[in-house]
């Protein structure tokens, strides 16, 4: 019996792993490519994506908190991130990248760039995403 709870609780887990990733084109559209500058608020190395958050200023001129989308931590590494140095909130940053299918201040980011124009790639080609 306790093998079956063993095995039950493996599948349900691995279960749950799997649909929290997704494919970029389900999520993200390729032909909406967007370019935000602000400040950072939030930073998360977490797979199967590092997500951070930015304050930006729309066009009315009220602020708006847009969630961006970035590789995983383990591929972030390689680009050349360092986890609590490379992104830090309080930033500022210009991202570019794609905006969500649904979701208005959701986005998968392309590239970050500092002010003193340091360029860290975040996310995947523009030839990627479903096609």
Not at 66 to 71: A, C, I, K, P, V
């Amino acid at each position: 019996m306790m093998h079956r709870l063993l095995i039950l609780v493996a599948a349900l887990s691995a279960a749950g792993s799997a649909a929290a990733h997704h494919s970029f084109a389900a999520i993200f559209d390729i032909d909406q490519p967007v370019t935000l500058s602000g400040k950072v608020t939030s930073v998360e190395w977490t797979n199967p994506h590092m997500h951070f958050s930015i304050e930006v200023e729309d066009e009315s001129g009220a602020m708006t908190e847009w969630r961006l989308e970035g590789f995983p931590p383990n591929m972030l590494v390689r680009q050349g991130w360092r986890r609590d140095e490379t992104l830090q909130p309080g930033d500022t940053v210009t991202v570019t990248g794609w905006r969500a299918r649904s979701e208005p201040n959701l986005g998968a980011a392309r590239e970050v760039t500092f002010p003193d124009g340091r360029k860290y790639m975040a996310g995947p080609p523009a030839n990627i995403g479903g096609r």
